[in-house]
């Protein structure tokens, strides 16, 4: 086995300690939608990654569609983060913030009073949703947003990216996958509009483009990575004979802008259909950026990639929740702990911070 997997990368200015990635996680901790210690625990116990990309935290109110996410907008929140930030930081670790608007994926249980459910056409999510307050809910029908709306959510990520760089972040990751904002607009599930925003390929791209735009304007292209989900089927995704060639002109216009890294996810190893290798290869042809390969990966599937090139990190997601030292036992061969699903998103330490 080879291993490149614990060699040192450079990602835009950065350099990485190794190329492996924390992949990002709900987790759900943030009472009241703020950072707090037991996320700064949580964080600097993984700093040595490569890379850690948080949980999916709201560039806005409208964002914060599940119970206790965090935000990335208010001055507490800045605040709440930097603590996060630092204490990574202190321990050699690189942090990016994953900036997750979740669109029709919400309900008003978990919102603000003032906050409104958002998405590209008026179509409500399929399945149910943990609320604190009401337990499982049905998604209401999100309202569908007029050409205002989408303008202020494009500037939101952006506003969102200077106050995590103001945060101490070291980078954006925008989820463009698995079903929330960005997603919503690439899918024709989801995305029904007639306008210039939905419809054909270019239209259906526009929202996830001028987000990328907006961003890399805000704090510069080398910060701001994306991730992607081809072929998922999360929150309602489907798949359409067009999709290849609507992430390869995506990918297109990722490079115009001079994005950092395309982050592709692969739920095949969570019951989601596969993502083509030929799509994956020709995605890592194209891009001119950096490759996180990502989806059900161990030390040796990793190593082997790396080796053929098909991507530059991987990143690991479940294995880094029950092991905080998953770095120094990739390394060793250590058997791993597994995790426990039931704590996932449950508030507090336990099955958080005390593996
Ligand atoms: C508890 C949990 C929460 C997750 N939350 C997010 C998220 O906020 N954003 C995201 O892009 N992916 C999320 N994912 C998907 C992971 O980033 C990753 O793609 C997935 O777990 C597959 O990788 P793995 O096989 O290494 O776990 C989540 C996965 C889990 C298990």
Redesign the pocket.
Known sequence: MTNTLFTPVTLGKLQLKNRIVM?????SRAIGNVPNALMEKYYSDRADAGLIIT??TSPSPNGLGYARIPGMFSDEQVKGWKRVNDAVHAKGGRIFI?L?HTGRVSHPANMAADARILAPSAIAAPGEMWTDSSGMQSHPSPTAMGEADIRATIAEYAYASKRAIEAGFDGVEL?G??GYMIDQFLNTATNQRTDQWGGNIENRIRFAVEVAKATATAIGADRVGM?ISPYGAFNGAVPDPKMDAMYLRLIEELNNIGLLYIHV?D?S??GAPEVSPELKQQIRANFKGKYIL????DATRANADLEAQRGDLV?????F?ANPDLVQKLQDGTALAAPDPAT??TPGEKGYTDY
């Open positions: 992949s990002p996680m709900t987790r949980e999916g994953q997750m989820h996958a698995n991730r996810v739920h190893s969570m990502s989806g059900g990966y990143a690991f997601g479940r294995p929740i996932f998103y």
